[in-house]
């Protein structure tokens, strides 16, 4: 009972805090819109204190409250001192900490895509505390007051706060954006914590986009952070898009960028693209300065089984941190007034060398789609209809075969109880192999069986020729063939049924619907997933 009720204490606490800060937004804006008398007294004040003197925010300036934010600092201090006395019964300091950090999550997120975001108030200067804060950003005359000042004006959209957008926003909020908008559908998951840096043990199971949002205000609580929980779609990308300053397309998917890039076009906004892959990064600036939006590079989507994401072909984590903190550089060059390195360039990043290259790209496209002098995409279109694939990071599904030519998980559970002779074949690559295998699997990676390598179908013979024994040496021996999620078998098996006689004889092969994964998940607990 008592941590129940603190909880809704802490909520309480919560509401009226937040109800303080609106206030005081709504002061700034007051101010900034200038009163004529207060204007007089600050400029008599400020001539007094000297050129030097630094003023304090207007909405850093508790007096000016009023009667109203007096009673609800009162009753917020009220609250902290009920919450104070109630007693901590088998709670940890630590478990305090992450309840907090849910009650807000849970409010801020519960709004989901609002209509319209208040503007950032105008700033005149910084406070004693930002001048100390951001000292040593502060001091490069590149950036300077005003660059300062402009960043905390600024606004940026983070589409995606996995691999590419925990280092992004961490940096941003860092350097003092204004307001951090970010998108994400996921949960954690223990998968992603090899590379989001943002997110911890404790947050799996929780939205991104609000475990980023409660591990940014840790760092720095000046940024206003705005989780949306939940995928950009094509009738709200536009509205949201709008309302930012800056984009940041961290996505791990083809129709989520045209999304984003279109969108972007339309509302007339700077996108800073970033991708990794393996051991490789990408970074374009995309309708800024005169460059290419990204239909200019890509005018038609690649077919959906030639693009690999991080959970079909793996990343290092590092290699997002990398590609990431290059997006956060970019986002402040321009929020700053700098300007963009990569709007006529693209960033390529190979981390096996250790090497950058910079490959110029042409301006934009007349002729485009989306940016040209006459453009054909003027709303905001079906992506995954487009694309031919979900707007998802998650691995996808393909069907290459008819029903007749697979077989699930559990009906290959029946016949190896039965003893039934047959040859399972693993196609992974080896890398794959070595993480997890069944025993009794054969092991010729995809790319052998594509090349036609004579030892690998050498192999693939013996073992058939073994397993022929255990017949009356008429009834042919099936093949049964198995990846990590059924796409790659699918492929070998198109390949077998394709061999000519005299290579292996008549084959019966058939794929293993949903791989090892679904091996794990309905027949085998203790396989391991990856």
Known sequence: MAGAAAARLRAEIRR?????????????AELARGDAAEQEEDGERERDEGAGAVR???????ARGGAGDAEDEDGARALRERLAAEPARGDSGDADEEDEDDDEEEEEGALGFPAELPPLPARSALSAAEILRYSRQLVLPELGVRGQLRLARSSVLVVG????????????AAAGVGRLGLVDHDVVETSNLQRQVLHGEARRGRPKARSAAAALRRLNSAVQYVPYRGALRPRSALRLVRQYDIVADCSDNVPTRYLVSDACVLAGKP????????LEGQLVVYNHGGGPCYRCLFPRPPPPDAVTNCADGGVLGVVTGVIGCLQALEVLKIASGMGSSFNRYMLMFD??????????LRPRKADCAACGDSPSVTCLQD?????????????????????ADRISVQQYKELLEARLPHVLLDVRPPAEAEICRLQHALHV????????DPESLRRLQDRICEEKQRTDGQTPVP????????????KAVKILQELPAEELGPVVAKDIKGGLMAWATKIDSTFPQY
């Open 445 to 452: 990676p995809l790319r052998r069986l594509q090349d036609g």
């Open 351 to 360: 981390a096996l060398e250790g090497r950058f290259r910079n490959i110029k």
């Open 161 to 172: 706060c996995g691999g590419l957008g925990c280092p992004l926003a961490q940096y941003l």
């Open 56 to 62: 304090q925010p207007a909405a850093a300036e508790p």
């Open 271 to 278: 996108l800073v693209s970033g991708s990794a892959l393996r």
């Open 16 to 28: 009226r805090e937040r109800e303080l800060r609106g206030l005081r937004e709504r002061l700034a």
């Open 383 to 403: 992506y995954e209809a487009f694309c031919g694939s979900s707007a998802t990071d998650k691995c996808r599904a393909v069907r290459l075969l008819p029903a």
């Open 479 to 490: 093949v049964y063939v198995v990846c990590k999620l059924g796409n790659d078998s699918q």
